[in-house]
């Protein structure tokens, strides 16, 4: 099975516009499940972990989740970047690392769709007349 880290902007200047990009998140998470890949997905599993809502609750700053994110993404085998993630600092961090490590990057779910056949194809023995 194949790990893809999905790459999807948290930050934003309001609890409100933090949702949405979190529920952005769960959207494209749900479509590549469906897909049956593995999904790395820090905006989900980090989500509202800042102490914005609740600031006794701060698990830990920024740094620490920037970190931990490109730790995740270096042990995945492709990238998926979905919503704003073009205009987002930190997609577009992640993006640059990916391409450092040489995992393949994907803007499109199509693509994305492409390259799982084609390495699923790669992984299957030939069939036998």
Same mark, same amino acid.
């Given at each position: 099975?194949? *790990? ?16 949405? &990009? *979190? ?16 999904? *790395? ?14 600031? &006794? ?23 998926? *970047? ?48």
């Amino acid at each position: 099975m194949k *790990v893809i880290y999905l790459a999807t902007p948290y930050s934003a200047p309001t609890p409100y516009l933090i949702s949405v &990009n *979190v529920y952005i998140a769960q959207v494209a998470h749900d479509e590549l499940v469906r897909l049956g890949v593995a999904v *790395v997905a820090p905006t989900i599993t980090s989500a509202h972990k800042g102490g914005l809502f609740m600031p &006794n609750d701060l698990v830990a700053d920024e740094r620490y989740w920037y970190a931990s994110g490109l730790e995740k993404l270096r042990r995945c085998d492709a990238v998926m *970047v979905q919503g704003a993630g073009e205009s987002s600092w930190g997609c577009r961090m992640e993006v640059r690392e990916a391409h450092r490590k040489k995992i393949p990057v994907f803007y499109n779910l199509e693509h994305l769709q492409e390259w799982l056949s084609a390495a699923l194809s790669a992984k299957q023995p030939p069939r036998t007349p």
